[in-house]
């Protein structure tokens, strides 16, 4: 039986099945390369799944005619998200390229994947919720739609695959 304030204490065994864990408390140790895969795969699939409920929310609600259309606001509001858009995917490129450099042999630690692809869905994610934000001051979807598609197709094709990731096997 445990003590009252024991209850952190003792095996993470959730840590452990993903490989993020030898022993109880140890979850900043090495984690294999296939678990960091994993919970980058898991990082992707939820910021895409962001973006699609925070488009299903704000087109449900703009469909009831709750929002009250505001066309010069939202031509103004329009242009600053393009110039977000076409200022973050370049930056986006860029962190993650700085931050998931390739050693000499052309792989990528582990660790370094996975904050550069984080970095980089993050920096596209944010065009995209302002895109999705800005429906409710406008009469139609188009144009303002046509950026979080383009964020979530580029963020698509962006899928980790982990074949340049040091220690995972290209064939699995």
């Known amino acids: 039986m445990r003590a009252p304030g024991d209850f952190c ?3 993470n065994i959730m840590a452990q099945q993903a490989g993020f864990a030898r022993s109880g408390n140890d979850v900043a140790g090495d984690t294999s390369p296939r678990a960091t895969l994993l ?3 898991f990082i992707w699939a939820t910021m895409l799944a962001a973006e699609a409920i925070a488009f299903a929310i704000i087109y449900r609600a703009w469909s009831a005619g709750r929002f009250t259309a505001q066309p010069e606001l939202a031509r103004t509001v329009f242009l600053i998200n393009v110039t977000i858009f076409a200022a973050a995917l ?7 390229r700085n931050i998931a450099a390739a050693a000499l042999d052309g792989l990528i630690a582990p660790r370094e994947f996975m904050i550069g692809t984080i970095v980089f869905l993050a920096v596209c994610e944010v065009p995209a919720m302002l895109s999705i934000g800005s429906i ?5 979807l188009w144009p303002v739609n046509v950026i979080p598609v383009l964020v ?3 963020q698509l094709m962006n899928f ?4 340049l ?3 995972l096997d290209p064939l699995n």
Do not use: H, K, Y
Request: avoid cysteine.
């Open 9 to 11: 204490t003792g095996m």
């Open 39 to 41: 919970v980058t795969r």
């Open 90 to 96: 370049p930056a986006a490129w860029f962190l993650r």
């Open 136 to 140: 409710i001051i406008n009469q139609e």
């Open 152 to 154: 979530a197709m580029i």
């Open 160 to 163: 980790p695959s982990g074949s």
């Open 165 to 167: 990731v040091r220690g």
